[in-house]
Structure formats: C-alpha cells, structure tokens
C-alpha cells in the first residue's frame, strides 16, 4: 500500500556533505511526520531527526547543528542535508513516515529499506 523510497547514500571524506531523499508513494491521505533514523553496526536503531506537517522539528543532539531535515508536502518526500561528517555518522539510515492512509482515521508507520551512509576517509 506504501512505498518509502530512499536515496543519496554513498561514501563520502570527513567534513564532507550528503543530501539523503525519501519519497513516499501509496495509498496515503496524509501524512503527519516523517523522519530518519540510522542504525550502525553492532547498535541500536536511533532517531536522528523528524519533521512534522507543520514544519516542526527535533534532531538528535549529535546532529544538531550539521544536519537539517526539511520536507516538501505536496511530493510526500522528506530530506536530511548531512554537512560535516564524521566516521561516526556512518551507519545505515532509514526513512520513516507516520501518516494517513485512504479512508483510515489512525496514522500509521512504515519504514524503508535503508540507504547507506560511510564516511571515511
């Protein structure tokens, strides 16, 4: 029913930048946050940042600072601009949307695959 597609993952030097995309796609009325988490390895999953429909947002403290979330509602894609990166930004990042679907009256959540995010030099 939904699809949460994720991209600009890649390798990238410390002190460098990624922009990460996610485009949501389905049966949706609306949604009302979306988000990125990032899980590295041998970790928990964590929050890195969330933006809701009205253009509220939280960041986790490591990110606060470099990277900014924004959205843009009329394509239910959300982004997260990563500038100064370190090695311990590496991780396998995901997607999150809480939303509407058609014809439902409580939100819901999905998740996508996860794009991967190294930063080495």
């Known amino acids: 029913q939904v699809q949460l597609v994720e991209s600009g993952g890649g390798l990238v030097q410390p002190g460098g930048s990624l922009r990460l995309s996610c485009a949501a796609s389905?049966?949706?009325?609306?949604?009302?946050?979306m988000g990125w988490y990032r899980q590295a390895a041998g970790k928990e999953r964590e929050l890195v940042a969330v933006?809701?429909?009205?253009?509220?947002?939280i960041y986790a403290d490591s990110v606060k600072g470099r990277f900014t979330i924004s959205r843009a509602n009329a394509k239910n894609t959300v982004y997260l601009q990563m500038n100064s990166l370190k090695p311990e930004d590496t991780a396998l990042y995901y997607c999150?949307?809480?939303?509407?679907?058609?014809?439902?009256?409580?939100?819901?959540?999905?998740w996508g695959q996860g794009t991967q995010v190294t930063v080495s030099s």
């Open positions: 999150n949307a809480n939303l509407f679907l058609v014809g439902m009256i409580t939100t819901r959540m999905y």
């Open positions: 389905g049966t949706i009325r609306s949604i009302h946050t």
């Open positions: 933006i809701t429909s009205g253009g509220s947002t």
